[in-house]
């Protein structure tokens, strides 16, 4: 309490000696003050005594002076708290300098920067950053760069990303195609939820044989039920489950 009534103070002597202080970048002003908000830190600090005006333009001052320290993710806090996006955006663009990539999609997503996010999106995509290029692509709904980026984890065999794309746009040719290529690997928990995804009876049928044939009768048993085969869920329960009790 006692150092919030201080700042008031020495605020409030700023603008009795200087009445175009907050709107003249010359007067300095803000740097009088400066050291003891950063002190205080952005977290920590209650300005909710003054005008909207003077909150807008001490949070700017504090988010200039954290990127001039390097101390991204506090500038952003206090840009997000004056509502200041361009200055969001232009945080985004230091973390992607310093190749911290996902903090940088999050950036762009604070500052509601689709263009920025489309051009991340793509570099990580070429660079093979493909979590961050889902990502950035997911935020702006960039279907046609979606389904790049899940061929290329397809062909890849980045299946977690591959699944997490088609599932997003829910693409059923390629979930299915994604499905084939793991119930080939014997990667049948993929395969089941790729065939799940496209609602595709037939194939989970297949995973369900399979399964069968190794001695999978847990999975066999759930591929069977998400196809609705009554006949082969009976078989199992009657002649392995029943078995084991």
Do not use: W
Not at 190 to 217: H, I, M, P, T
Request: glycine letters at 6%; proline letters at 1%.
């Amino acid at each position: 309490m006692a150092d919030d009534q201080i700042m008031k103070r020495m605020v409030q002597n700023i603008v009795e000696d200087n009445k175009t202080f907050f709107f003249a970048e010359k007067s300095g002003g803000f740097k009088k003050i400066l050291p003891a908000l950063m002190k205080k830190g952005v977290d920590n600090l209650n300005i909710s005594m003054f005008s909207e005006e003077l909150k807008v333009g001490l949070l700017n001052s504090m988010g200039d002076e954290y990127v001039r320290r390097g101390n991204l993710n506090d500038a952003v806090k206090a840009y997000v708290l004056s509502g200041n996006t361009p200055r969001i955006s232009d945080v985004g663009v230091e973390y992607e300098k310093l190749g911290q990539f996902s903090n940088a999609v999050e950036t762009y997503k604070l500052a509601n920067d689709h263009r920025r996010l489309h051009s991340l999106g793509k570099r990580c995509l070429e660079e093979g950053r493909y979590a961050e290029a889902i990502k950035a692509f997911k935020l702006i709904n960039d279907v046609e760069n979606l389904k790049k980026a899940g061929e290329e984890c397809l062909a890849k065999e980045k299946l977690d990303y591959a699944f997490e794309v088609f599932s997003a746009i829910n693409d059923k040719h390629k979930l299915i195609q994604l499905g084939d290529k793991c119930l080939l690997e014997k990667q049948f928990s993929y395969s089941l939820k790729a065939f799940e995804l496209a609602q595709n009876r037939e194939k989970l049928n297949e995973v369900g044989n399979e399964c069968l044939k190794d001695g999978l009768l847990a999975t066999a048993l759930e591929a069977f039920t998400l196809s609705q085969n009554e006949m082969m869920i009976e078989f199992i329960r009657e002649n392995f489950v029943a078995a084991r009790q």
